[in-house]
């Protein structure tokens, strides 16, 4: 290279040039092998060309950057260089997704693209500041805080990108994630092409945002995204309770400066540095004080149970339940709880999923309990409000094996009701009717396509002919319920909202199983996978990551094999993506959970790959 380089007679700096072998679709970075080494004949086609190229990036908030990243080292790393320069934490959790082929733009090659906007930004390597169109710098922290919509501009926004967005809500499905241990170029990535940077693994370590404020704007944008698009279902109360959420978040965005913001961003990381350190000097955080083991709180209640694998004609049955420790235990009756119990659920490691509809005053908790050869579901039905934030917080404290002596107790059952507070429809009362004449806000851009429609009244005058007047007024009404959240306690609220859903971050594939004749849908969750029946949509099996011994890919069949303790086995070959995505996920989620408080920022990029990167 140094031979080619004085032969040219070109004095620049070439020390990110290197050479890329197009036929074999590899970098040859080793520098001290020779050609022959490689294996390269007098025929090989060799391109010397940077390593560092410039990428067309969407990120999470719809804005699209443009930055200089490596196309030659694995997109693990490429996607950490990217959170570097956007400010955004825990890169482990995000990665690249293409964009779907669209086959109307096959016969438009010559077209300008769509995508190429008035906001499209050019950042430099550093990641300092970034260049809008008007030439003028813009400070890279504001860029990824403050999101593109406008409480006016909305619907223009949301139409133009809606198709284009379910186009890639549908390419998540067959598997359009870039493979983490391969570089962009062996990858057919070419240089200016878009990518699209989202969290792929839904297993967020640490979120405060004392400290986190653009990584959890970029997540707020996504989960917004996925509500709005229906890739996650969600109830007519809950999509009412988000589209509020997302006017008050819209409202305090316009009224927040970024410069302020800013400020207000660095300040907030020296309190939690300080409040870090004086929790450590005191002797450790609150929540990890011991129990008092004499004097350990128990609950009892009459409650409702539902048992799916044992169908009755009466499918809630009331007993008498009593919470101990870290264990339910139900009775027939009150009088027959000093005896023998009709049945205990140990919760540790168990899974808590709210079935709530405030609205219809239904208070659900539904148990997803760790078993020999999977999982047990078990439905518990409360009376009211105050039982069941008092249960739920005893479950969730439970599965993490904590009892409600710990200290966090208290504040998990107050978190709990206000989650209910603002999910009701219904204002707290003292509070006055919101003035609909003075509020600004196109209400179909706060909620999917599905209930837009289905909210569709008769306009309320012809100078507004955008608004949906029931919605509005829902909106409006359940806005006041959160009307005193600040801008960053409003993300995390929409946030953890999603978290709640029944069906957060599972992804789905088309797989048939070994011994199968029929195509089935295997649902990779951050701790678990699920085996459904395609024809029902019903799980039918569900075995954690925590039961696992270990599991294997057979290249040549794409086939991957599962064992799991008690000599339970799952063999499947991936039918909507290559197995190596599926392979990845499992491996990614395994990764994740190995992370502590405890540990520095740097990441074990070994462990990721061992797990990760299959026969590589």
């Given at each position: ?32 092998w020779?050609?022959d ?52 934490s ?98 057919d ?36 995204w ?12 809950e999509?009412?309770?988000f ?27 020296v309190?939690?540095a ?5 929790m ?21 209640d ?6 799916p ?6 499918p ?6 009593v ?21 205990q ?43 069941y ?31 209910l507070?603002m ?19 196109n ?5 999917s396509?599905?209930?837009?429609k ?66 089935e ?12 029946d ?5 799980p ?13 890919v057979?290249w ?5 094999t ?55």
């Amino acid at each position: 290279m140094l031979k080619l380089v004085e032969k040219i007679r070109a004095p620049q700096d070439w020390s990110d040039h290197a050479i890329w072998w197009e036929q074999k679709r590899c970098w040859l970075l080793k520098t001290h092998w020779t050609l022959d080494k490689y294996g390269i004949q007098a025929d090989a086609d060799l391109h010397y060309t940077p390593q560092h190229k410039f990428l067309c990036l969407q990120l999470p908030n719809m804005k699209t950057v443009r930055l200089s990243v490596s196309y030659s080292t694995v997109v693990f790393k490429t996607v950490a260089e990217i959170c570097k320069i956007c400010n955004i934490s825990r890169p482990e959790e995000l990665s690249l997704l293409r964009l779907p082929d669209d086959p109307k733009k096959k016969k438009k090659k010559d077209k300008t693209p769509d995508w190429v906007v008035d906001d499209l930004l050019t950042a430099d390597i550093v990641g300092s500041t970034a260049t809008g169109a008007s030439g003028k710098p813009i400070q890279m922290l504001c860029l990824f805080i403050f999101p593109t919509y406008r409480l006016g501009h909305v619907s223009v926004y949301y139409a133009q990108t809606y198709k284009m967005l379910m186009l890639v809500a549908c390419g998540c499905c067959v598997g359009r994630w870039l493979d983490s241990s391969r570089s962009l170029m062996e990858q057919d990535i070419q240089e200016n092409e878009r990518l699209l940077l989202r969290f792929k693994y839904h297993c967020f370590f640490d979120l405060n945002p004392k400290y986190d404020a653009v990584r959890i704007t970029q997540l707020y944008e996504q989960a917004r995204w996925s509500i709005l698009l229906e890739e996650i279902d969600c109830t007519e109360e809950e999509m009412l309770m988000f589209a509020s959420l997302q006017y008050h978040i819209c409202k305090l965005t316009m009224s927040s400066e970024p410069n302020d913001l800013s400020n207000e961003q660095d300040v907030d990381e020296v309190e939690a540095a300080l409040s870090n350190l004086e929790m450590t000097l005191e002797g450790g955080n609150a929540d990890s004080i011991l129990e008092d083991i004499t004097d350990i709180p128990k609950l009892a209640d009459s409650l409702r149970l539902f048992r799916p694998k044992r169908l009755t004609l009466k499918p809630y049955k009331e007993y008498w339940f009593v919470f101990k420790d870290t264990t339910i235990s139900y009775y027939k009756n009150k009088e027959a709880s000093h005896g023998e119990p009709i049945e205990q659920f140990h919760l540790r490691g168990c899974e808590v999923v709210p079935d709530v509809n405030v609205t219809e005053k239904k208070f659900g908790i539904k148990l997803l309990i760790p078993v020999a050869d999977g999982m047990n579901e078990v439905y518990i039905r409360c009376d009211n409000e105050k039982q069941y934030a008092k249960w739920k917080a005893a479950c969730i404290l439970a599965s993490k094996g904590k009892t409600m002596a710990y200290s966090s107790y208290k504040q998990e059952v107050k978190s709990i009701r206000s989650f209910l507070q603002m999910k009701s429809l219904a204002p707290t009362p003292g509070q006055t009717a919101p003035d609909l004449d003075s509020m600004e806000m196109n209400s179909e851009c706060f909620v999917s396509p599905r209930y837009a429609k289905k909210y569709k009244m008769k306009q309320v005058s012809r100078t507004q002919k955008s608004l949906t007047p029931l919605t509005h007024m829902k909106i409006l009404e359940a806005h006041q319920n959160m009307s005193s959240l600040s801008l960053m306690d409003a993300k995390m609220r929409f946030i953890e909202a999603w978290q709640s859903l029944p069906e957060f971050g599972i992804k789905y594939y088309v797989v048939r199983f070994r011994g199968s004749k029929k195509d089935e849908i295997l649902g990779i969750s951050f701790n678990r996978l699920i085996r459904i029946d395609i024809s029902t949509g019903t799980p039918t099996t569900t075995l954690r990551f925590s039961n696992m011994k270990q599991w294997n890919v057979n290249w040549e069949i794409k086939q991957v094999t599962i064992d799991f303790d008690q000599g339970i086995s799952l063999a499947f070959a991936c039918l909507s993506c290559d197995c190596k995505v599926v392979h990845e996920y499992i491996g990614g989620y395994i990764f994740l959970s190995t992370r502590s408080k405890d540990q520095n920022e740097t990441l074990d990029e070994e462990l990721f790959h061992k797990l990760t990167g299959g026969q590589e």
